[in-house]
């Protein structure tokens, strides 16, 4: 079974830092990895799709990475702002139809 | 555009009894799917469809069943709910095969089983 984790599980950095967010998976044989972003007692909104053949994708302060051979993505996020402020889900799709989340980090972005 | 739309926003139910969750899509998307986030242990699939008239099994699909009699609805049914269903019930669709395979969320259900 494929394990998802997200380190670290919070995190709290003042209002204009760059960040990076971590995923990593044990099954390096994905189809693609999904950056989700949910807020409180809300839906998931999705970030960023990276195909298995990619190792990056971007849109507008979020830039993902994918490194497939040694399990990680990481999700780069420029200039924080509060409106940032949500918890980050990183989903691993193995094969289709079987997409495993991680239990997300947790962002506050003082102001 | 609604995109999907759950119903209801949240329910309490007496152990044992039944309940169908509602899940209703308007981008045309082929695939559909339900999950559970609950803390801790993030969202796990309970069931698919890749089109309408099949359905699958996913991660943890015990005492849940689904039906896919069209293109925009997928229904989540608990023939008698446990407390352990207790939970935030996510559900999610998108279109397989599609230039972008990125799946799309509904606001999702708050089940409590009492």
């Known amino acids: 079974k494929q394990e998802v984790t997200q380190i670290p599980a919070a995190l709290s950095v003042p209002e204009g830092e760059n960040l990076v967010l971590n995923c990593s998976f044990t099954?390096?044989?994905?189809?693609?990895l999904q950056w989700f972003r949910q807020d409180p007692g809300k839906g998931l909104t999705s970030l960023l799709l990276?195909?298995?053949?990619?190792r990056e994708q971007t849109s507008g302060r979020l830039n993902a990475s994918l490194d497939k051979s040694s399990g990680r993505s990481t999700l780069y996020i420029a200039a924080s702002q509060p409106g940032d402020s949500a918890t980050y889900l990183c989903?691993?799709?193995?094969?289709?139809?079987?997409?495993?989340f991680g239990t997300g980090t947790r962002l506050t972005v003082i102001p | 555009t609604a995109g999907i739309t759950q119903a209801p926003t949240s329910q309490i139910l007496a152990a044992g009894r039944s309940m169908t969750l509602r899940c209703t899509q308007d981008?045309?998307?082929?695939?559909m799917y339900w999950y559970r986030q609950d803390l801790g242990l993030g969202l796990r699939l309970i069931h698919y469809?890749?089109?309408?008239?099949?359905?699958g099994k996913g991660e943890v699909p015990d005492g849940y069943s689904v039906s896919r009699a069209n293109t925009d609805d997928f229904p989540l049914t608990l023939a008698s709910a446990v407390p352990s269903q207790t939970s935030v019930y996510f559900c999610?669709?998108?279109?397989?095969?599609?230039?972008?395979?990125?799946?799309?969320f509904g606001p999702g259900t708050r089940l409590t089983v009492l």
């Open positions: 469809s890749n089109t309408a008239g099949t359905t």
């Open positions: 989903a691993v799709e193995l094969w289709a139809n079987n997409l495993f």
């Open positions: 990276i195909q298995s053949s990619q």
């Open positions: 981008m045309r998307h082929n695939a």
């Open positions: 999610a669709s998108r279109m397989v095969g599609g230039v972008n395979n990125e799946q799309f």
């Open positions: 099954d390096s044989a994905i189809y693609n």
